[in-house]
């Protein structure tokens, strides 16, 4: 079964970068488009971005375009979320998952496919 372990959050100031990473293992990766998605305090888990299994295809909330980078390296069995440029609106505990597909859009909370881990709290604050 596969399971999905995120790092890399932390305290950073506003305008300031972090890279988050998800290990999988009990699979291989590569059989699996991965997304995250982020809870911030008092408010609803979101879809953030998500990769397709060959990463050739990426997908951005309209709130992080430009700004954040998610991308595979199947190989080392890894997702990277680069965040850049980050607002005290991207306060939240970011999470890795696999989904259902990640074609056309950021997937619902529906299309989840493994179980929640612990994710990694990024704080944006100065």
């Known amino acids: 079964q596969l399971r999905l372990v995120e790092s890399g959050g932390g305290l950073v100031q506003p305008g300031g970068s972090l890279r988050l990473s998800c290990v999988a293992s009990?699979?291989?990766?590569?059989?699996?488009?991965i997304a995250w998605f982020r809870q911030a305090p008092g408010k609803e888990r979101e879809g953030v971005s998500c990769?397709?299994?060959?990463?050739?295809?990426?997908n951005y909330a309209d709130s992080v375009k430009g700004r954040f980078t998610i991308s595979r390296d199947n190989a080392k069995n890894t997702v990277i979320l680069q965040v850049n440029s980050l607002k005290p609106e991207d306060t939240a505990v970011y999470y890795c998952?696999?989904?259902?597909?990640?074609?056309?859009?950021?997937?619902?909370?529906?299309?989840?496919?493994?179980?929640w881990g612990k994710g990694t709290l990024v704080t944006v604050s100065s």
């Open positions: 990769i397709s299994v060959s990463g050739g295809s990426t």
């Open positions: 009990g699979d291989v990766l590569h059989y699996y488009d």
């Open positions: 998952l696999s989904v259902a597909e990640c074609y056309y859009r950021v997937p619902a909370l529906s299309q989840v496919t493994s179980a």
